[in-house]
């Protein structure tokens, strides 16, 4: 079925210059096209297709930037990091950009940040 949303269905979307754009109110849930609850969470999409490409160095200095922001200013617990296919059955966020969540390294410099921000 085709999903009629309003606006983007992220918080933040990353371009591959950096630049960091804001979407939905993190007030809103975010939406997927898949079948899981978004309240409650945060959406951060980089641009690009991470089966296929890497993530750039300006999208993850980007990202690390957003994640550990969310986390000072909302008081979440940066372990909690988590990527959408954690959640449903899908490939997202891509095999190139998961792999970051997996072996520890995108969590490490969120970390790294906020001690640094302190």
Same mark, same amino acid.
């Given at each position: 079925?085709?999903?009629?949303?309003?606006? &983007?269905?992220?918080?933040?979307?990353?371009?591959?210059?950096?630049? *960091?754009? =804001? !979407? +939905?109110?993190? !007030?809103?849930? !975010?939406?997927?096209?898949? =079948?899981? /609850?978004? +309240?409650?969470?945060?959406? &951060?999409?980089?641009?690009?297709?991470?089966?296929?490409?890497?993530?750039?160095?300006?999208?993850?200095?980007?990202? &690390? /930037? *957003? %994640?550990?922001?969310?986390?000072?200013?909302?008081?979440?617990?940066?372990?909690? %990091? +988590?990527?959408?296919?954690?959640?449903?059955?899908?490939?997202?966020? !891509?095999?190139?950009?998961?792999?970051?969540?997996? /072996?520890?390294? %995108?969590?490490?410099? &969120?970390?790294?940040?906020?001690?640094?921000?302190?």
């Amino acid at each position: 079925s085709e999903k009629k949303w309003p606006d &983007v269905p992220y918080h933040f979307l990353i371009a591959p210059d950096g630049t *960091v754009f =804001e !979407g +939905r109110p993190l !007030g809103i849930a !975010g939406a997927t096209n898949t =079948e899981y /609850d978004t +309240r409650g969470h945060a959406l &951060v999409q980089l641009f690009g297709d991470f089966e296929r490409e890497e993530p750039t160095d300006a999208q993850i200095d980007a990202a &690390v /930037d *957003v %994640l550990a922001w969310l986390s000072t200013s909302l008081d979440i617990d940066p372990t909690s %990091l +988590r990527g959408h296919r954690d959640y449903a059955k899908t490939s997202c966020p !891509g095999a190139n950009l998961y792999r970051l969540l997996e /072996d520890g390294s %995108l969590l490490e410099r &969120v970390l790294e940040r906020i001690r640094g921000a302190r």
